[in-house]
């Protein structure tokens, strides 16, 4: 079954600018509906009528967008589309606590953020059951205990990275 990404990639892209590039592109200076490449206007056709009265750093935002979307693969494009739903079905106070979270991880030292990225991935790397049997008892733990986990985990350095 082919997928129609073209009907709601505009709002993924606004949603993921919303989320994480509008800030970074608020000061630059805006971009031109023709200064846009063929492929770049097409994704973003529903903006074209107000593409002026959009904010300069959302419009660097959107065409960011479009670089990133123009750059992926299918399955790549299909993944996106599946985090936007799950985003659209969150409560306004859901979303605002992720972005709360995200600009707090954006306020960390690169190294911090690194280590919380490692113990990311070794925590997806589980395998489902492990990673719900973990769950599970972290739940279990009183708040005292849970700061301590937190805690040890804080101070402990991820393991060398394999070359």
């Known amino acids: 079954m082919k997928r129609h990404f073209h009907h709601w990639l505009p709002a993924v892209l606004l949603g993921v600018c919303l989320c ?23 994704i973003l056709a529903g903006f074209e009528g107000n593409w002026d009265q959009l904010a300069p750093g959302r419009q660097v935002a ?15 494009r ?13 409560t306004d106070d859901q ?16 190294d911090e953020q690194a280590r ?9 790397d589980l395998s489902p059951e492990r990673r ?8 279990q733990l009183t708040p005292e205990q849970r700061q301590r986990v937190r805690e040890r985990l804080q101070n402990r350095r991820p393991p060398p990275r394999r070359q």
Do not use: C
């Not at 959107?62 to 790549?76: F, I, N, S, V, Y």
């Not at 299909?78 to 969150?90: I, M, P, V």
């Not at 919380?116 to 997806?124: A, C, P, S």
């Open 20 to 42: 994480f590039g509008a800030a970074h592109a608020a000061d630059a200076p805006g971009i031109a509906w023709p200064a846009l490449t063929v492929e770049q206007q097409q």
């Open 62 to 76: 959107l065409a960011k967008g479009t670089e990133r979307w123009l750059a992926m693969t299918p399955d790549q």
């Open 78 to 90: 299909e993944k996106a589309g599946d985090r936007f739903k799950r985003w659209q079905s969150l």
């Open 95 to 110: 979303r605002a606590q992720i972005r709360d979270r995200y600009r707090g991880f954006q306020d960390l030292a690169p």
């Open 116 to 124: 919380l990225r490692d113990n990311f991935r070794r925590f997806r």
């Open 132 to 139: 719900q049997e973990l769950r599970e008892r972290f739940r």
